[in-house]
């Protein structure tokens, strides 16, 4: 690997318009010269890059805009040869380059120019490689499972508003969580009601005992169910029709995915299995092994934050507010950071106020006595929550110590206003 470590004053500074085939290069030199070429994602220009760079006499740092993942080839083989690669916000971009050139328009040679000057200004930001870090698998498992997660979604949505309605209405109502494998079990063998009502009922209590799983009234139910499907106003479709092959073409589908999710939370419990972070946070209310999973995965090493402001503004939990002469705004969350991590600490959230004796649910409900009935209170303590889940995670990765149940807990007169529920202790 290539040393650009050494002490001299001499930087060489790079800007990296990216895009999907042809990349644009603007470098300047520590003597003040500039020089415009473009480089092909291809392998041999990337390592004829690497070979320019390196006979550059200094330091050289590199600035480029994340496009998509086009940029994560370059900007790892750029990392491993030793250089310095720095991120450039869009947003930042965008508004830098129009208040430059008082302009909107934009070309691959002008966002390069705008990159550069934002290196000249230090208007940059740390840039973190997945594969670098070694946090490369984790976001790949946790991704998959999210969009595995997606299509299931999606499918349910077809299940419950479209097949059901038309088939089987009436048996919408076992629908309990996602988790009710045995509904589906059921409808892929019994998709109309009359699948059912062809066979007697003793026959069908013998065929659907074992669909339905473990039930505590497993009789009194499929008793139920065989009446509901003998007063079905279901559409009179054929067992073996083609609507009825493409209902149960869908019904199977799901089950893969419930299999496939169950996969991928097997395999993530696998590989972390001796991850002392993870650990860890399997152990706090509300966080499971794929809540876990997507907060390592999504945020990486946690101790890189040197507060955890830092990492709440990584979140998007931050507050913010407009503020002009007399006037001044609400403060609200700024939502400019990681959405993933956002979504998985308030679902965290969500779940342990759910759960018995932890100290997330005693803040909800202490910010809930005054008025149980207002939506909006109800929304800022959530949010409350999913902040509190943020800082607690942090400083339980951050100073490599377990979970302690109510390690924080004050008085009424000494608790966090909800105005400010977001920030720190």
């Known amino acids: 690997m290539a040393d650009h470590s050494n002490s001299t004053s001499e930087v060489n500074l790079v800007a990296i318009d990216i895009a999907k085939e042809w990349n644009v290069v603007l470098v300047k030199d520590s003597s003040g010269c500039k020089r415009s070429f473009k480089v092909a994602n291809i392998a041999a220009d990337h390592e004829q890059l690497v070979r320019f760079l390196s006979a ?5 740092r590199i600035g480029l805009e994340p496009t998509g993942d086009y940029h994560r080839p370059l900007a790892f083989r750029l990392l491993q040869a030793g250089f310095q690669v720095v991120s450039i916000s869009s947003v930042a971009q965008a508004r830098f380059r129009q208040a430059r050139y008082g302009t909107w328009d934009k070309n691959d040679p002008k966002d390069a120019r705008v990159i550069l ?26 991704n998959t499972y999210y969009q595995v997660t997606l299509a299931r979604t999606r499918l349910q949505h077809s299940l419950l508003t479209h ?16 988790r009710s494998e045995w509904f589906i079990r059921f409808l892929i063998r019994f998709p109309i009601p009359s699948a ?11 065929e659907a005992w074992d669909l339905v799983g473990r039930k505590c009234a497993k009789p009194a139910k499929l008793e139920e169910i065989y009446e509901l499907a003998s007063a079905s106003i279901g559409l009179p479709v ?8 493409a209902f149960r073409l869908q019904l199977q589908h799901y089950e893969e995915l419930n299999e496939r ?3 991928l939370d097997a395999r993530a419990q696998e590989l972390l299995a001796d991850n002392a972070d993870f650990n860890r946070l399997i152990r706090m ?3 499971a092994a794929i809540t876990a999973l997507t907060i390592l995965a999504e945020a990486g090493d946690l101790r890189r934050f040197g507060h955890h402001r830092q990492f709440l503004k990584y979140c998007g939990l931050d507050l913010v507010k407009s503020q ?5 705004g609400k403060e609200t969350l700024s939502k400019r950071g990681n959405k993933r991590l956002r979504m998985i600490f308030w679902l965290a959230g969500l779940r342990a106020i759910h759960l018995l004796e932890n100290e997330f649910r005693a803040k909800y409900q202490r910010y809930m006595n005054a008025n149980p009935l207002d939506q909006d209170r109800k929304r800022k303590a959530l949010t409350a929550i999913a902040a509190k889940m943020a800082r607690v995670v942090y400083a339980v990765v951050k100073h490599g110590t377990d979970y302690q149940p109510f390690s924080d807990q004050r008085l009424p007169s000494g608790s966090i206003p909800l105005a400010r529920a977001v920030e720190a202790s």
């Open 56 to 60: 550059l006499p200094g330091q050289v």
């Open 117 to 142: 000057s934002m290196l000249e200004h230090g208007l940059v930001q740390t840039y973190y490689d997945p594969l670098f870090e070694g946090t490369h698998d984790l976001q790949e498992l946790s």
């Open 163 to 178: 097949h059901l309605p038309l088939y089987f209405p009436e048996f919408a109502r076992y629908w309990y969580s996602t």
């Open 196 to 206: 059912i009502r062809e066979l007697p009922r003793d026959r069908f209590v013998g």
């Open 238 to 245: 054929a067992f073996d029709s083609p609507a009825i092959e």
């Open 261 to 263: 999710r169950k996969w």
């Open 285 to 287: 209310p509300g966080i």
């Open 324 to 328: 002009s002469g007399q006037a001044s």
